[in-house]
């Protein structure tokens, strides 16, 4: 395999095919802007979640493009809109830095893969990761459906 290969299967398992686990777009299927702002035991909501996911992918993918992204303070919080964002905004957000990760990837050369792709692994790992919590917010609001949805 080759790092463009698996930078892109690791794009796809996390944003939108069910691989070993959910995939962002199962994750969100279906939700409804109520149901998005509610807090889940770790504390935070599915939009502050989906929020955080959207600030890092937007600003690694600037990064990655070769585009200057301005410093924040450390104590930023980055799950939190700073504008009057609603739920299919950030939706939508999401989807067009995800979408424009995976033709960057596709069309970029094998010495930017090699110089990016430890980075980009760990930014997918971290999508993993709070993919992982939306899920668990669905399944703590009994709003996660009992039929399996992945392979593996």
Not at 7 to 17: G, H, K, N, P, T
Not at 47 to 59: K, M, Q, T
Not at 112 to 120: A, D, E, I, S, V
């Amino acid at each position: 395999m080759t790092i463009r290969s698996i930078l892109l299967e690791q794009l796809e398992a996390v944003y939108d095919r069910n691989h070993w686990f959910v995939c962002f777009e199962m994750a969100v299927k279906d939700l409804t802007e109520a149901e998005v702002h509610c807090k889940g035991e770790d504390g935070h909501s599915i939009f502050e979640l989906v929020h955080h996911l959207y600030f890092y992918n937007e600003r690694y993918l600037c990064k990655f493009l070769g585009e200057e992204v301005q410093e924040l303070p450390r104590n930023y919080n980055t799950f939190q809109a700073r504008d009057a964002m609603d739920w299919s905004e950030c939706i939508a957000d999401f989807r067009k830095v995800m979408l424009k990760f995976r033709k960057e990837i596709t069309a970029c050369s094998e010495e930017k893969l090699t110089k990016w792709g430890g980075t980009l692994t760990h930014l997918f790992i971290h999508n993993a990761y709070h993919i992982g919590q939306i899920v668990s917010i669905r399944k703590q609001k009994k709003w996660w459906s009992t039929h399996p949805v992945v392979k593996g």
